[in-house]
């Protein structure tokens, strides 16, 4: 019978070094993987125990005496109303825009006018807040005077419109601004990576340009576009300056082009410094409702990509 | 329902660079014409340029003429979209669309340009298609289902039927089979061989034994040396080509003295 010596064995001995490393590696990951846990969770805590009694407390104690609910359904509907304005008028720009650079334009207009759109990302949110204000709100109230007296039927356009065009739509306008070059970039790197093979394969067939984009560039892309969308839009939801300059907040109105309505954010932002007591916990409660509107988005975001996966070209 | 193919003195640029020199050659109709030589002699190139897709890439173009019953793909005003609706291609690698049922698939070139058909029609001629590339009876129970769940040598049969869907007069195969297994071969192989009795074939394959059992013609491509343009060598009937070839170059290619 063969003596085996286990302690000979060359295949038992480790090289020390590279196991070492590999530990290392390992553990930072981890760490790090919790630490954003940790984080999450010590935010969502912090918001739920300084919401609670904002939830508990008697109705008339609550900023409008009709108790937390009645006092936050307007502001998430204006959030709401404001982050769908942007993505309206972003999204189409932005696809747009994206196609333009990677299918479109010539190789170094491509790269200059990525730039130019990455810039745009760069601009402090003040300063958008500053030029909605004292620039963009003032040239734009004519064209809402012309909104309110043509298309005045639809509840949305209502007159009298206002005359500092400080309104729900110009703040709308000016996140639009905003999330254009997340919106932008991101869908221009999906679209950039669009299999080669997919689109020969349309150009083969005797599909035009427009068709070749339709066939695979936009199919292949739906899922980045989406999650590009959804990381617009939580920019869109959570901007605080820019809407607190420029809209002259009020009760929820459903005419765009009147001052009033509120966003969660800046609701929070103009009340906070002078807040206290339950005000406090008030404002927080707010701000865990849009912690758990901005999850919620995402997590159908999720949900739509992950519905599509058959179909994605990942198997 | 073919056409046939002249090339005349064809010269294809990658910019400044000439990969392809000087080609003369007449593809028949309702034949099987096979293009083979080492690698990098220009063969794939010269094929994509008989359906205008060679000038995708960025800085691409040729000289000369490619006349496709007596119709110069080149010629002024030729759209390059009409061109590769009547000369359809198949790749190397399968390329069904991902995210297309097997179904939408095969009606990808059909629907193009706004072309309406009605249901009936699309199953028909979903039906037909497919029929026509072997492929019916592996996939009448799952039309719906992604293209890209199949096996590599279904993929490429799906392709097929998407390329004879759209009833083209040429269909251009650039090494159909290198990413197959033999047996998926072998059914590409038998379905090349029903394919000329409708359409013109022309294919690049870099195994002799394949160009040997599917064509009728074939062309030996060959290039001098790195950086040298590839040239036409000879061009003949199969049989003559592997068994009597005229040129010495020819010869030792398919003896497997090189490449």
Redesign the interface.
């Known amino acids: 019978m063969l003596k085996v010596d286990v302690t000979t064995n060359s295949l038992t001995t480790s090289q020390g070094a590279g196991r070492a490393g590999d530990k290392v590696f390992s553990g930072a990951a981890l760490t790090a993987g919790c630490l954003i846990l940790a984080v999450l969770f010590g935010v969502a805590l912090f918001l739920v125990v300084q919401a609670i009694p904002a939830f508990v407390a008697p109705a008339a104690d609550i900023q409008g005496g009709q108790g937390f609910i009645a006092y936050i359904w307007p502001i998430v509907l204006g959030t709401l109303i404001a982050a769908l304005i942007a993505l309206v008028i972003a999204t189409p720009v932005a696809i747009g825009v994206a196609l333009f650079i990677s299918h479109y334009a010539p190789r170094r207009l491509a790269s200059g006018l990525g730039y130019v759109i990455d810039l745009l990302a760069a601009i402090p949110s003040v300063v958008y807040g500053a030029w909605g204000a004292a620039f963009l709100a003032k040239e734009i109230a004519p064209a809402y005077d012309w909104l309110a007296n043509n298309l005045g039927w639809l509840p949305i356009f209502q007159g009298p419109a206002s005359a500092t065009g400080k309104t729900i739509l110009t703040a709308g306008i000016v996140l639009s601004v905003m999330v254009l070059p997340i919106i932008t970039s991101l869908s221009r790197e999906i679209f950039l990576q669009t299999p080669k093979l997919h689109e020969e394969a349309a150009l083969a067939l005797g599909a035009t340009r427009w068709e070749m984009i339709k066939m695979a560039v936009l199919p292949f892309g739906r899922p980045g576009i989406i999650s590009a969308v959804m990381l617009g839009l939580g920019r869109a939801l959570g901007e605080t300056m820019a809407v607190a300059l420029v809209l002259s907040s009020g009760v929820l109105t459903a005419s765009l082009i009147q001052s009033g309505n509120q966003t969660i954010a800046a609701e929070i932002a103009l009340n906070f410094p002078e807040a206290s007591g339950l005000k406090v916990n008030t404002l927080i409660a707010a701000g865990l409702v849009l912690f758990v509107i901005t999850l919620g988005v995402n997590m159908v975001a999720r949900w739509i990509i992950t519905k599509h996966k058959e179909f994605s070209g990942a198997n | 329902m073919s056409k046939r193919i002249d090339v005349k003195d064809l010269n294809v640029y990658y910019g400044n660079f000439l990969a392809v020199e000087g080609v003369n050659i007449n593809i028949e109709a309702k034949s099987v014409t096979a293009f083979i030589g080492p690698s990098g002699c220009g063969k794939s190139t010269f094929l994509r340029t008989l ?1 205008r ?1 060679h000038e ?1 890439l ?1 800085g691409a173009r040729v000289e000369g003429e490619v006349l496709l019953d007596g119709d110069n793909l080149y010629g002024p005003g030729v759209d390059p ?2 061109v ?2 009547q000369v ?2 198949v ?1 190397q ?1 399968p ?7 097997i179904r939408d698939n095969v009606l ?2 059909v629907k ?2 706004n072309k309406k058909i009605s249901k009936g029609e699309a199953d028909a001629l979903v039906e037909k298609s497919l029929r026509g590339a072997n492929l019916w009876n592996e996939v009448k129970d799952r039309l719906e289902k ?1 293209g ?2 199949l096996s590599g040598g279904q993929q490429q049969r799906l ?1 097929i039927a ?2 004879i869907a ?1 009833e083209p007069q040429v269909i251009l195969m650039d090494e159909p089979c290198s990413a197959l297994d033999p047996i998926s071969t072998l059914a590409v192989e038998d379905l090349i061989n029903e394919l000329k009795d409708q359409y013109t074939v022309v294919i690049v394959t870099h195994n002799m034994q394949q160009a040997a059992r599917v064509s009728d013609r074939t062309a030996f491509f060959n290039i001098a040396g790195t950086g040298k343009p590839g040239k036409l060598i000879e061009f003949a009937d199969t049989t003559t080509i592997f068994n009597n070839p005229a040129q010495k170059a020819t010869e030792d290619y398919v003896s497997g003295r090189f490449g």
Do not use: D, E, Y
């Open positions: 359906n897709m995708v960025p979209v009409t590769r609706t359809g291609m790749f690698r390329n069904p669309f991902p995210t297309m049922s990808a070139g193009l340009n992604p890209s769940g392709c998407r390329a759209v």
